[in-house]
């Protein structure tokens, strides 16, 4: 008996005591920071604390940073603790409670901790890249690799919009891979990817430029494409009640692909001036504006075939030392453009002109003719003399050797040969 009245004085004086020091004795409050995210060196961030009872004083903590709380005393039940200029020693887990300004000192719960993540620029910024690229098929496998600076760091992977914490992993070698293996409509979004030393975990690098992850979605009908002489137009299929966006899709180009609001049904992409550059394989899609990382399965493909252009010369057969240009295309008949202004052909390295190149052709084919046809009429003059000598020795007449100075007789003679 006298141990039982024992144990029930010491359960009312620790009760007491409980009271008197307060811990515990309110609900906790709740904390929030403004920005959320990643906050950039120098810039300015806001934790607010809050709870329905007034006349309270509020203190933050900073995990880490003894029992030192900086405290105030708000007018109202919203406590606001600004951070002008972020640097890299404000970053941290943070927490807050609130106690009663006069009588006992009563302290509340703490506050569920936040954090204060400072970027800092002097950190290159990673990459990111997704696999397989484009629109995925629902329930495909699909990989979100980050790459950065090979040291003892850990890579985090944010979704825009997402306020759940972001997923990490430590890298291995330079980069690290998220796995999202049976994509859904819910994994379609933005993302880009950070890491951050393991010695400092509330100091990150700057975010990578984003991605979008964007799934396609089979119950939607797949629209139509069509060429024209002005350019490509895509036209939705039952979508003229759907609030959607048209992109303009071409095989193997790494651009972001053209979008464009429909006007009624279908949307037309202008191309003003067609080069070679435009040859290729084009497909369509559109998108729901209430699910802009939702898409339609891509139209079939049309191909867009880009004259071939020759350069052609025009020479003047009054002048060859003049010629003008233009250009035909690859067709039967050919369609020829204007030519140009004449212009002066000038041999590269001399300072004599040239004809033109078929008319040089012509002229080197004559020059060969006529030197091939003296050297015939060479030949058979040489013939003819000899067969004329073996005639003479023939007939036993003898040949007189010729003199330095020619005979008179013999040069008459031997004209009326030639």
């Known amino acids: 008996m006298a141990f039982a009245f024992t144990v029930l004085f010491l359960g009312c004086w620790l009760a007491g005591r409980s009271g008197m ?8 409050p709740s904390i929030c920071v403004s920005p959320g995210g990643v906050i950039p060196m120098g810039g300015n961030v806001t934790i ?6 007034r006349g309270m004083r ?33 970053g941290g887990s943070y927490t807050c409670r609130y106690s009663q300004r006069t009588g006992p000192t009563r302290y509340s719960e703490p506050s569920d901790p936040v954090q204060i993540i400072v970027a800092d620029p002097s950190l290159l910024r990673p990459s990111i890249s997704l696999s397989p690229t484009g629109v995925t098929a629902p329930g495909a496998d699909v990989t979100i690799r980050c790459q950065g600076q090979p040291r003892d760091v850990r ?13 990490h992993m430590d890298p291995a070698g330079d980069g ?11 994994h379609g979004g ?24 964007v799934v396609a979605d089979p119950s939607l009908p797949r629209p139509s494409i069509s060429l024209s002489p002005t350019g490509v137009t895509a036209a939705g299929a039952d979508v003229t009640s759907r609030d959607v966006r048209f992109f303009l899709l071409k095989a193997g180009d790494l ?18 001036t067609v080069g070679r550059q435009h040859g290729g394989s084009y497909g369509c899609s559109y998108r729901p504006r209430s699910e802009p990382f939702v898409s339609s399965q891509p139209s079939h493909p049309v191909q867009l075939v880009t004259p071939e252009l020759y350069r052609v010369f025009h020479v003047s057969r009054r002048d060859a030392r003049s010629y003008s240009c233009g250009y035909c295309t690859k067709s039967d008949p ?12 000038v041999v590269p390295g001399g300072s004599e002109p040239s004809a033109a190149p078929d008319l040089t052709r012509r002229i080197m084919a004559g020059v060969s003719a006529v030197a091939a046809g003296l050297l015939l009429l060479l030949l058979a003059f040489l013939c003819y003399r000899s067969t004329q000598g073996n005639t003479l020795i023939g007939e036993g007449k003898e040949l007189d050797v010729l003199p330095q100075e020619p005979d008179p007789d013999y040069a008459e003679v031997d004209t009326q040969v030639l």
């Open 58 to 90: 509020f203190l933050l903590y900073k995990d880490g940073d003894g029992n030192h709380p900086t405290y105030t005393d708000p007018a109202s039940y919203v406590a606001e603790f600004p951070i002008p200029s972020a640097r890299r020693k404000h």
């Open 48 to 53: 607010r604390c809050w709870h329905q009872g």
């Open 190 to 213: 933005s993302y880009c990817c950070s890491y951050r030393p393991r010695s400092e975990p509330f100091v990150s690098s700057q975010p990578s430029h984003p991605v979008q992850l």
């Open 334 to 345: 050919p369609v020829w453009s204007e030519p140009s202004d004449p212009e002066e052909l």
């Open 255 to 272: 651009n972001p692909p053209r979008h464009m609001d429909p006007a009624g049904d279908g949307a037309e992409f202008h191309i003003p």
């Open 176 to 186: 690290a891979e998220f796995h999202i293996p049976t994509v859904g409509r819910q």
């Open 155 to 167: 890579f985090f992977l944010h979704k825009a919009g997402d306020l759940n914490p972001p997923r």
């Open 21 to 28: 020091s307060g811990e515990g004795s309110y609900p906790k």
